[in-house]
């Protein structure tokens, strides 16, 4: 699923823009041959995915990736995501939604917003990504929670019924132990929070499987299994 705390994941650019939209520019007629992921328009290249897997391995002891079947295990985990992300771009241009030129700038600021200043700029540079990249990265990311929100956002409600047998089965307190009004109140909400991101997980999972069967997914297994021995 998708985090919506995604500011810590955007500025380590564990996922780079890689333009996994087709038609970008910059892309030679050989790598273009050498498709790996192909969801409806939207297209993933070997270099593209091995630059992702290369970033992604750095959140990862060098020791445990230096085990074959574990960098496997995590190389088949990055090309679920990357088709996952595909499925949720190509959702978005049949949906015809966007994200405007206001509404990127404004999480921008937000973001800036969390950091001291002059460390949010130092920590680009440390992770050796340009602000252009990273800008364009966000991009992506909002618009995939802008389709999810809008295809799921509405469907999820919680009632009070289920915030009561949710701190029941979850939060048994002790008999003896007695709650203010007001710290009521404000566990009543944490559950909530809680519970709403629990139903939302798991209409994710059922939404983005039908979506899987809906789109037709290409995986260049002759690629794939090139990148699987190395």
Not at 38 to 61: D, H, L, Q
Not at 82 to 103: C, K, N, P, Q, V
Not at 143 to 167: D, F, Q
Request: with cysteine; net charge negative.
């Amino acid at each position: 699923m998708i985090n919506y705390l995604y500011k810590l994941a955007i500025l380590t650019g564990v996922f780079l823009a890689i333009c996994v939209i087709s038609g970008c520019p910059d892309r030679t007629s050989e790598e273009k041959g050498k498709f790996l992921i192909r969801v409806g328009s939207n297209v993933m290249t070997v270099p593209e995915f091995t630059k992702a897997f290369e970033i992604v391995k750095t959140a990862y002891p060098t020791d445990m990736m230096q085990n074959a079947d574990y960098a496997n295990e995590v190389r088949l985990q990055v090309l679920k995501q990357m088709t996952e992300r595909m499925i949720l771009l190509e959702r978005a241009g049949e949906l015809h939604i966007e994200i405007s030129d206001a509404e990127l700038e404004a999480a921008v600021a937000d973001i800036k917003k969390g950091y001291p200043e002059g460390m949010f700029k130092k920590v680009l540079i440390e992770s050796a990504i340009s602000f252009d990249s990273w800008k364009n990265e966000l991009k992506i990311r909002l618009l995939m929670e802008k389709v999810i929100a809008r295809e799921l956002g509405e469907k999820i409600t919680i009632t009070s019924e289920e915030i009561a047998n949710y701190r029941e089965e979850h939060h048994r307190a002790d008999d003896s132990a007695t709650e203010s009004e007001e710290k009521t109140e404000d566990t009543n909400e944490m559950l909530a929070g809680r519970l709403y991101r629990e139903k939302t997980e798991e209409a994710y999972h059922l939404w983005i499987k039908k979506l899987e069967e809906k789109y037709t997914i290409e995986i260049n297994k002759a690629e794939w299994e090139k990148i699987a021995d190395l």
